[in-house]
T-cell receptor, first 111, second 116 residues
Framework: GDSVTQKQGQVTLSEDDFLFINCTYSTTTYPTLLWYVQYLGQGPQLLLKVTTANNKGISRGFEATYDKGTTSFHLQKASVQESDSAVYFCALAEGSWQLIFGSGTQLTVMP | EAAVTQSPRNKVAVTGGKVTLSCNQTNNHNNMYWYRQDTGHGLRLIHYSYGAGSTEKGDIPDGYKASRPSQENFSLILELATPSQTSVYFC???????????????FGSGTRLTVL
């Protein structure tokens, strides 16, 4: 079945560092891929969404590119801030409805 | 602004007891979901609903029931709670929109359940 893999459980950076969070997926379809972010004490919220039509999503300084060749959907940000500390979930949408979430990556940004 | 409210925020239950987690949304979304979040597993779907009166099983429904009495309310019921159900539970409502290839989920703030 469809699946999403995030191998990095935790990432620790300093402010102004470059962020790269790895996400790979497995599916027989052409899904929509998403990143959700969860701040401490809150539920997840949509960060960005990418379809096969547009290939790249950009939001709040974060960027993710849909690479069908490597079946990857990595999240990047040029310069992180302490306020970016959160859990980041990669997700795959089956059809228009159900999401399959990755296990999440805890990002800690040190001041 | 989308609003999903969960209650209670924290709950301690005893093994074998009945637990009801409540969720209310003011978004007028048709779809609602219950997930649990555990370290190393991310978010796993328990039950979902397409509208009032409907409930569907998600990926891990065993030990859980759901109820959708109205558009706004969606409950998760643990008839006989077990320690393995200790987790953080999130409710979400979904807005697919027209021509959208994936709906956006709006999550509540979660309920932390501890089963002793």
């Amino acid at each position: 079945g469809d699946s999403v893999t995030q191998k990095q459980g935790q990432v620790t950076l300093s402010e102004d560092d470059f962020l790269f969070i790895n996400c790979t997926y497995s599916t027989t379809t052409y899904p929509t891929l998403l990143w959700y972010v969860q701040y401490l004490g809150q539920g997840p919220q949509l960060l960005l969404k990418v379809t096969t039509a547009n290939n790249k999503g950009i939001s709040r300084g974060f960027e993710a590119t849909y690479d069908k060749g490597t079946t990857s959907f990595h999240l990047q940000k040029a310069s992180v801030q302490e306020s970016d500390s959160a859990v980041y979930f990669c997700a795959l949408a089956e059809g228009s409805w159900q999401l399959i979430f990755g296990s999440g990556t805890q990002l800690t940004v040190m001041p | 602004e989308a609003a999903v409210t969960q209650s209670p925020r924290n709950k301690v239950a005893v093994t074998g007891g009945k637990v009801t987690l409540s969720c209310n949304q003011t978004n007028n979304h048709n779809n609602m979901y219950w997930y649990r979040q555990d370290t190393g597993h991310g978010l796993r779907l328990i039950h979902y609903s397409y509208g009032a009166g409907s409930t569907e099983k998600g990926d891990i429904p065993d030990g859980y029931k759901a109820s959708r009495p109205s558009q706004e309310n969606f409950s998760l019921i643990l008839e006989l709670a077990t320690p393995s159900q200790t987790s953080v539970y999130f409710c979400a409502s979904g807005d697919a929109g027209w021509g959208d290839s994936a709906e956006t989920l709006y999550f509540g703030s979660g309920t932390r359940l501890t089963v002793l």
